[in-house]
Nanobody
Framework: QVPLVESGGGLVQAGGSLRLSCVAS????????MGWFRQAPGKERDLVAA????????YYGDSVKGRFTISRDNAKNAVYLQRNSLKPEDTAVYYC???????????????????WGQGTQVTVSS
């Protein structure tokens, strides 16, 4: 098991910024590919961004390219999602996911992830 805990959500005005954090409690994630997903009410959970085991490779969904940045700090067992220029359509519950990966792969399909957290709510007001 890899217990993941997301934090940093909240209410923010459109155009603002927030940084989400995901920490693996009591477990190193240095061999894990990580991803951030989000789910808005009535919609499917979609991939926002993904990163390989050391941050060398990243992937972003089209709707967040240029606004969001995923990063990780393996020494802190943490992955982050810096979100700038927020829009009301970014309102969702954001989840952090992990998949054990011995290489430098990006994992983009939700079903390929093994672990995920409880999520953190982000609300962007117009």
């Amino acid at each position: 098991q890899v217990p993941l805990v997301e934090s940093g959500g909240g209410l923010v005005q459109a155009g603002g910024s927030l940084r989400l954090s995901c920490v693996a409690s009591g477990r190193t994630v240095s061999s894990y590919a990580m991803g951030w997903f989000r789910q808005a009410p009535g919609k499917e959970r979609d991939l926002v961004a993904a990163v390989d085991w050391n941050g060398g490779k990243t992937y972003y969904g089209d709707s967040v390219k240029g606004r969001f940045t995923i990063s990780r700090d393996n020494a802190k067992n943490a992955v982050y999602l810096q979100r700038n220029s927020l829009k009301p359509e970014d309102t969702a519950v954001y989840y952090c996911d992990a998949r054990f990966d011995g290489g430098d792969n990006i994992v983009t399909r939700r079903r390929d992830y093994d672990y995920w957290g409880q999520g953190t709510q982000v609300t962007v007001s117009s």
